[in-house]
């Protein structure tokens, strides 16, 4: 038990060294209960023209067949968070886990970094890094090693930070001394449901139509945004912050310290027009490595066009 424990105690010194905050183990099992909500959310088409959500249902639900041999899920956060808003309260708005680099490259190296120190601590450690790129149902391995509750948004919450960061996972055969789930704290509150300007999320909350959600209509879907949607946007071009923004837990939320996660100089200050007038120059530039270029000069284009429309 002692060497578990030591185990479970490096890999957290490390993890925090890197930059990551809460880390939590959760035992690599398959996922019974929540496989049958995701079976029902996909029937309920909740998961839009994202068909890739289909694929690999055993995959996402069971991490033994993802890694052989799995025992452990590592999960951890890493804070995101920025108080900075775009000056021009009338520009269209990007979500703020987009100001900086993408974090699928930034969060997936330092967890490169922490699967090698492991190795090289612990000794021999097979394992796979995952940050929001593979068939891993991050949130609910996130409530199962005590990181925080899914809220009625369907987010992660924690009740020390909120829920601005971002999940990562290292799956492994390590053995290590597993934690608590925490129970739900949202209690009576549906500041997230009354907010949403899609009505994405479901009058009781806990379940989420992707298909109606400003992230999606702004990222996922390729097509032309619908047109019911169109003046229900909040003036959101990639992305959306507003059930993570009334959220009271996010009270909690502090700035984040990464220096990959800061904004491009000129993206803050672009107002409305130069928006309006963007180009595919001043896009490559202001976007080099972020995430934003997911959808591409003519995607963003698309969403900003969308909103003058409305």
């Not at 909740?46 to 996402?60: I, P, T």
């Not at 452990?72 to 269209?92: H, R």
Request: hydrophobic share 35%.
């Amino acid at each position: 038990m002692v060497p578990i424990q030591r185990h479970g105690d490096l890999i957290r010194q490390e993890a925090h060294r890197l930059g990551f905050g809460f880390v939590g183990f959760a035992k690599a099992e398959r996922l019974d209960d929540e496989a049958r909500r995701l079976e029902q959310w996909l029937h309920r088409g909740a998961h839009g023209r994202m068909g890739y959500m289909e694929n690999y249902f055993d995959l996402r639900t069971d991490p033994t067949l993802l890694v052989p041999g799995a025992k452990t899920v590592i999960c951890l956060t890493f804070n995101y968070f920025n108080p900075e808003k775009q000056d021009d309260p009338e520009a269209p708005k990007i979500a703020s886990y987009a100001y900086g680099e993408d974090y699928h490259h930034v969060v997936k190296d330092k967890l490169k970094a922490l699967l090698a120190f492991m190795q090289t601590e612990i000794g021999e450690v097979d394992g796979r890094c995952f940050v929001d790129s593979a068939p891993v149902m991050e949130r609910e391995w996130a409530q199962r090693a005590g990181l925080g509750w899914n809220g009625r948004n369907t987010l992660t919450i924690n009740p020390k930070k909120g829920s601005f960061f971002f999940l990562a996972e290292i799956i492994c055969d390590l053995p290590l001394l597993y934690d608590d789930p925490i129970r739900d704290h949202c209690g009576t509150c549906r500041r997230c449901i009354d907010a949403c300007p899609t009505e994405a999320i479901a009058p009781e909350g806990y379940f989420l139509d992707a298909s109606k959600c400003i992230s999606y209509l702004t990222i996922e879907l390729r097509d032309q945004i619908p047109v019911e949607f169109k003046d229900q946007m909040d003036n959101w071009m990639f992305g959306c912050d507003v059930c993570q923004d009334v959220c009271p837990w996010n009270r909690f939320a502090e700035r984040h310290q990464e220096p990959a996660f800061e904004p491009h100089p000129d993206l803050l200050h672009m107002n409305s027009r130069d928006w309006q007038e963007l180009t595919e120059e001043v896009f490559g530039r202001v976007f080099k490595k972020s995430a934003v270029k997911r959808v591409k000069f003519l995607g963003l284009k698309r969403n900003i066009g969308a909103l003058s429309e409305k």
